[in-house]
């Protein structure tokens, strides 16, 4: 079936999600949770036939982790959707309402886009996850996986489809498109008026494609050059543990510090514990000859490496002379996610947070909390790094638009 035949039986399909209560859509992502559950075995089955070839392939380690799926990972993902089904639902939501002077009633609410297309890498939990929270915001969800988790994919989706259509609504609520050509990606790209907007999860160079090439509205999302900037005020001790937080909680996520900015002031007395400490967690220092002064391990740091998002065990570090050098360089290598400052000064705190362009910013904290979950939104669907619609975690409200609904009683203008 084609990708064009695949977006008007989403689009039929989210004709009839817009008009569906919220009871109906929880007992559909209950249900789509309970046969997770139950048809675990096949699930692993298709999972073992995507990690076999894999292997083959010569995947990394840390590659064939995310796409491993077990029993306990199952049950995570079903407990997901579960936790979504008890979050409020966003459709019909009042974002604002007032009578207006000559009578009319006037009220702004929340609807659904319609169609969503989401382009991603990997991870099959992103396939349940984007449906789920796609079928909650009343929107039909057209899912474009990579070819290495082909199988595992396939499989989720037909247990999501048979829990959809069992619970009374359409199985097309939820499609997978084929994942062995880069033609479905292009005809999604380029499926302007049956797809409402493209969200690309996944590696900056695939993001970059949808952005450029797709005719869909796009919704950009996750890079992450994350900074954390230790000021001269900085607290040293709590420094180095959020620090190291920062980078070391989970090296394989758009909101790890990738960049470490020490002020000169505070350098002798701040690099040698931090540098120990990333020496013990085996994080590979990428330094300015300003650090390789304080350990021969760290390596000379190029504007490349000031620029990467690493992803892996390894970190650029700079002294900087000011704030405003802080700042310039977060302007020049920064991505516009997650920045950090640490500081005990109200005053540094406040300029750094005013003149830094990010979707968050961090004032003594990790930057690993930029995350709908932590910030207790619930279900996420991503990082927006745009400033369009959405910005920083992506929750169900994220997933809708609104309309303009005026009552009148024979008003005439």
């Known amino acids: ?9 989403a689009r039929d399909a989210a004709a009839d999600l817009a008009t569906a209560t919220r009871t109906v859509k929880d007992a559909a992502l209950v249900a789509m949770a309970d046969a997770l559950v139950a048809r675990t075995p096949e699930i692993l089955a298709a999972n073992e036939t995507d990690l076999a070839a894999g292997r083959e392939a010569g995947l990394s380690a840390a590659v064939l982790d995310r796409l491993a799926l077990d029993a306990g990972r199952v049950a995570g993902i079903a407990d997901a959707l579960r936790q979504m089904a008890a979050l409020p639902d966003p459709v019909g939501e009042v974002v604002r309402g007032s009578t207006l002077p000559n009578g009319l009633e006037l009220r702004q609410i929340r609807v659904p886009f319609g169609v969503v297309g989401i382009i991603y890498e990997a991870r099959p939990n992103v396939t349940v996850d ?4 796609c079928l909650k915001s009343g929107n ?21 489809r048979d829990a959809i259509a069992e619970a009374g609504l359409p199985a097309d609520a939820v499609q997978l498109l084929d994942a062995s050509s880069r033609d479905s990606v292009k005809e999604l790209m380029r499926a302007r008026g049956l797809v409402d907007v493209l969200i690309p999860r996944g ?24 900074h954390v900037y230790v000021d001269a005020a900085a607290d040293l001790a709590k420094s180095v543990a959020v620090t190291l937080n920062a980078k070391t909680q989970r ?25 120990a400490a990333f020496a013990e967690a085996g994080v590979t220092v990428h330094g300015s000859p300003e650090v390789a002064a304080y350990s021969a391990a760290v390596v000379p740091a190029t504007d490349e490496d000031h620029a990467t998002e690493y992803l892996s065990a390894d970190i650029s570090v700079a002294v900087v002379e000011s704030l405003d050098a802080a700042v310039a360089h977060i302007r020049r290598f920064g991505t516009g996610h997650t920045e950090a400052i640490l500081t005990d000064s109200a005053s540094a705190a406040r300029e750094f947070v005013a003149r ?12 690993r909390f930029t995350d709908g979950g932590e910030f207790g939104f619930g279900a996420e669907i991503g990082i927006s790094t745009q400033k369009l619609h959405a910005r920083g975690p992506m929750g169900l409200p994220e997933l809708t638009s609104t309309k303009y609904v005026v009552t009148g009683d024979g008003h005439l203008r």
Do not use: K, W, Y
């Open 140 to 160: 039909a969800a057209l899912l474009r996986g990579s070819s290495s988790a082909a199988h595992s994919n396939a499989a989720l989706v037909a247990v999501l």
């Open 251 to 275: 090296l394989s996520t758009c909101n790890t510090a990738e960049s470490l900015l020490v002020h000169a002031d505070v350098a002798d007395a701040f690099l040698p514990p931090v540098l």
């Open 130 to 133: 984007a449906a789920g929270i």
């Open 356 to 367: 830094v362009d990010a979707a968050a910013v961090m004032v003594n904290a990790s930057t």
């Open 203 to 226: 590696g900056a160079s695939l993001i970059r494609t949808v952005v450029e090439e797709s005719t869909v509205p796009v919704i950009e999302t996750g890079v992450g050059n994350c």
């Open 1 to 9: 079936m084609s990708v064009t035949e695949q977006a008007r039986r």
